[in-house]
């Protein structure tokens, strides 16, 4: 079945860029499916970071104002995200997902998640 | 404050209905699906219904999903106290230009 593992530092210094990395197992990142990212602060809601086609086609969150990047790479089927300048409102868990176009915009298969702490 | 507006909490003992509440705007829900999430505590969140009402794979038919106009609407029916969790609704915002979700609901089963 589809399996998706995050994987990352999970500490992370204030001002500097979050990497994190999505292996998908069982499931061709190439097949019809746009792949995101999608973080949860510590006793808050879910907020969407961006999502990805392997076409090419690529959303992001307006609010993260240009901080984030989101990237696949086929031949090792991951989907990776960078977060630039980070500071402690970014500390969360980040999970990336299947789906999560313009259209539909649900998301039917969820890694475990990846935590992520903020240092100063 | 989340663009969507869910209330936080719901409470029902065990076999009763609940009705989650999802309120947004034209540029939200009006115009686009919505999906409902279900999320454990400590557990990724689980897609339950995508495009308004159409149940995910493996999902009792004891959640429904329905929307009008701008709102939305999941049913819990036969309350079970596995179905203690947060819901969360979801969908695309074509004046922001992306996803937006629910600040989510916690439903406690009495």
């Known amino acids: 079945q589809v399996q998706l593992q995050e994987s990352g530092p999970g500490l992370v210094k204030s001002s500097e860029t979050l990497s994190l990395t999505c292996t998908v197992s069982g499931f061709s990142i190439t097949t019809a499916y746009y792949w995101g990212w999608i973080r949860q602060s510590p006793g808050k809601g879910l907020e969407w970071i961006a999502s990805k086609y392997y076409t090419g086609s690529t959303n992001y969150n307006p609010s993260l104002k240009n901080r984030a990047t989101i990237s696949m790479d086929t031949s090792k089927n991951q989907i990776s995200l960078e977060l630039t300048s980070v500071t402690a409102a970014d500390a969360a868990t980040y999970y990336c997902?299947?789906?999560?176009?313009?259209?539909?915009?649900?998301?039917?298969?969820w890694g475990n998640g990846s935590t992520v702490t903020v240092s100063s | 404050q989340s663009v969507l507006t869910q209330p936080p909490s719901v409470s029902a003992a065990p076999g009763q209905k609940v009705t989650l509440s999802c309120s947004g705007r034209n540029s939200n829900i009006g115009f686009n699906y919505v999906s409902w999430y279900q999320q454990i505590p400590g557990t990724a969140p689980k897609l339950l219904i995508y495009a308004n009402d159409q149940l995910s794979s493996g999902i009792p038919d004891r959640f429904s999903g329905s929307k009008s106009g701008t709102s939305a609407t999941l049913a819990i029916t036969g309350l079970q106290t596995g179905d203690e969790a947060e819901y969360f609704c979801a969908t695309w915002d074509n004046s922001l230009s992306g996803g937006v979700f629910g600040g989510g609901t916690k439903v406690t089963v009495l």
């Open positions: 997902a299947r789906g999560g176009d313009n259209y539909y915009f649900s998301m039917d298969v």
